[in-house]
Each structure stands twice: as C-alpha cells, then as structure tokens.
T-cell receptor, first 112, second 111 residues
Framework: KAGVTQTPRYLIKTRGQQVTLSCSPISGHRSVSWYQQTPGQGLQFLFEYFSETQRNKGNFPGRFSGRQFSNSRSEMNVSTLELGDSALYLC???????????FGQGTRLTVV | GEDVEQSLFLSVREGDSSVINCTYTDSSSTYLYWYKQEPGAGLQLLTYIFSNMDMKQDQRLTVLLNKKDKHLSLRIADTQTGDSAIYFCAEKSYNTDKLIFGTGTRLQVFP
C-alpha cells in the first residue's frame, strides 16, 4: 500500500509569487490535514479536510488556502509569498475517526 | 487552551533506556501520539495511546499516560544509534483529525 505522497519535494520561490503544493493520501483515506514546520514555531496546524469540506482551520492568514478533490487528493496554495513562509509543509492522511494519522515526506519551500 | 510541552534535548548511551516526557493541557484529548522525525524526513508514527489507557507496550517502546497530571512519556528500551532523531508528542481531540504537537525532543545516542 503506497504511503502519503507529497509533490514536489523541494521548491524555491521568490517573494510575491504564489505556490501550490499537492498531497495524495493513502488509498481509502478521506481525511487530509496540512501542517507547517519551522525551526521557530515548530509544527503548526494549517487545515483539515474531509470529503472535500474544510473541517478545521489553523491561525494562518488568508494567503494560505487549500482544497480537497473528490478523489481525496488535496492541494494547498500560498499566495504573495513572504520570506517567513519558508518551511517544511507536511500533509497527513487518516481514515475518518481512525486512531492513526500518517505523514508524507513533506515539501520543503524556500522563499528568497 | 491547547499547549503541549516537551524538554528540548536528551542524550543517552547506546544500550541504555531513554525516557522522553511530554505534558499537555487539553483535557478533552482522546488520543496521544509519539512521532519520530529523522533529518530531512517527514514524521513517522511510532505509537499512540487512547486516553482511557494507562500504558501501552510495543516491542522496545512503552508509553505511560498519567491523565490526572496530563503527563505522557515514551520509554525506549535498549536505545540504539538509529534511534537518534527528534521525537514529537501530539494530542488529538474527539471528532477532529487536528493534531497539536509538542516542541519536539532531540534524542542523541552516543556509543
């Protein structure tokens, strides 16, 4: 069974640009969550999607948005990139109400 | 409020036991997790415990939960150099898949 797949693994963008990151969950998993990991703030929750609906959102500005498709794949978008958006973005998938959440390898975004 | 705290660093000798501690504040937490992160990698789920349990053992890993004190610990028996990594505890509340993570504990194992 394939794990959680995040693409791309690495990205370099310049300030002011926008970026889209992709996450394919484990087959059969309908819940996808996104997290931002930085040395200063640690792991912070961004959003949670289930069946194409956003169920929960963290304390991030409106420049951060996401969506989930009917096949459970999810994307997150960051517009008007800032230097502080440089981070490892992690996606996790789980079955609804399940105990376990599995993470992808992450997308490392560098904003220059 | 939601807050999860861990000590930042732990150093142990190979073959000894490691104990990583975590405290949390959300009394509605239903599941508590331990994840491992190696350099440049994502998070690997090690083990988890349901909030109505006191202890869970899985091979070299033992999780202890003191719900009254909101204290969680992970014991790694016979620690190996391959166990060197950052360990995160996390909590999850009922009816959500949102995880609240601790700051992470860097475990260093020396020969």
């Amino acid at each position: 069974k394939a794990g959680v797949t995040q693409t791309p693994r690495y990205l370099i963008k310049t300030r002011g640009q926008q970026v889209t990151l992709s996450c394919s969950p484990i087959s059969g998993h309908r819940s996808v969550s996104w997290y931002q990991q930085t040395p200063g703030q640690g792991l912070q929750f961004l959003f949670e999607y289930f069946s194409e609906t956003q169920r929960n959102k963290g304390n991030f500005p409106g420049r951060f948005s996401g969506r989930q498709f009917s096949n459970s794949r999810s994307e997150m978008n960051v517009s008007t990139l800032e230097l502080g958006d440089s981070a490892l973005y992690l996606c996790a998938s789980s079955q609804q109400g399940a105990d376990e959440a599995f993470f992808g390898q992450g997308t490392r975004l560098t904003v220059v | 409020g939601e807050d999860v705290e861990q000590s930042l660093f732990l150093s142990v000798r190979e073959g000894d036991s490691s104990v990583i501690n975590c405290t949390y504040t959300d009394s509605s937490s239903t599941y508590l997790y331990w994840y491992k992160q190696e350099p440049g990698a994502g998070l690997q789920l090690l083990t988890y415990i349901f909030s109505n349990m006191d202890m869970k053992q899985d091979q070299r890993l033992t999780v202890l939960l003191n719900k009254k004190d909101k204290h969680l610990s992970l014991r790694i028996a016979d620690t190996q150099t391959g166990d060197s990594a950052i360990y995160f505890c996390a909590e999850k509340s009922y009816n959500t898949d949102k995880l609240i993570f601790g700051t992470g504990t860097r475990l260093q194992v020396f020969p």
